[in-house]
């Protein structure tokens, strides 16, 4: 990543998963986000960071926005994508904000500006609903304290169901390394499984799933692991994984 960071051209646009990173679930160290910053600075890159998972990802509001912090304290060649689908609830609404970090103020009045001549034609006024409930739980401390919480309780659920996953295949006599889907992080996991055997699952369990192996972790839950569990260790039992 960093060797294709440098060879870009210059002052191009780089988008970033600030955490959880989507599809992956592999999320930069602090330590790597900084040699990330680097290479970004040097070459003057603008870093676009897509932020969906925050406070969603750990339960951390905070963890979940240090790389975006870290390159916030750095420079200001910045601009932050935010959606509150994921960590409020609220699909379908597309509820968000856009964030640019500008120089000066000069600056951010001509941003400002082109921001509005883009927006006009675009949707002229967007959804407001949803834009709404954020307000309000936000403006509200005890609101606020509530989301913060039901944040931690739907991230460690995710982690249970990563732990409680490798624990079915691994009980229903699967001897190889599912240690990849713990170490992940967020609403989705890559298992490992070839093309052919997401087919075989889809036709033979009814078990859905991306055709390159990635899993819903949000779509596993304490009366279906077993069931998955035993599926992926007879599909991979002689073929392992890709």
């Known amino acids: 990543m960093l060797e294709d960071l440098d060879k870009a051209q ?25 040699q990330i910053l680097e290479v970004c600075k040097r070459k003057n890159h603008l870093a676009a960071f897509d932020s969906a998972y925050q406070g969603f990802a750990s339960g951390s509001l905070e963890k979940d926005a240090a790389s975006i912090r870290l390159f916030a304290d750095h420079t200001d060649r910045i601009v932050l ?6 960590n409020f609830g609220l699909y379908g609404e597309r509820t968000g904000n856009l964030n640019i970090v500008c120089a ?13 001549a883009v927006a006009r034609p675009m ?18 401390k005890d609101l606020t304290a509530s989301w ?11 982690t249970l169901m990563r732990a409680g996953l490798v624990k079915a295949v691994k009980d229903a006599g699967s001897t190889l390394d599912w240690g990849h889907c713990t170490d ?18 889809r036709a033979e369990d009814g078990i859905y799933m991306t055709a390159d192996g990635r899993i819903s972790i949000a779509g596993l839950n ?4 077993d069931y998955i ?7 991979t039992k002689d073929k392992g994984l890709s």
């Open 123 to 140: 949707y002229s006024n967007p959804p407001i609903h949803g834009a709404r409930i954020v307000d309000i739980v936000l403006g509200d």
């Open 104 to 116: 000066d103020e000069n600056e951010a009045k001509i941003v400002n500006s082109r921001l509005k």
């Open 10 to 34: 210059n002052e191009s646009i780089v988008i970033l998963h600030s955490c959880a990173h989507n599809p992956t679930g592999q999320d930069p160290t602090m330590d790597q986000w900084k």
């Open 222 to 225: 304490t009366n279906n692991l």
């Open 184 to 201: 992940q992080i967020g609403m989705f996991a890559y298992t490992g499984l070839s093309t052919e055997q997401v087919m075989q699952l």
């Open 148 to 158: 913060h919480a039901d944040l931690i309780t739907m991230s460690s659920r995710m």
């Open 81 to 86: 994508f935010q959606s509150f689908a994921k």
């Open 229 to 235: 569990g035993k599926a992926f260790h007879r599909v």
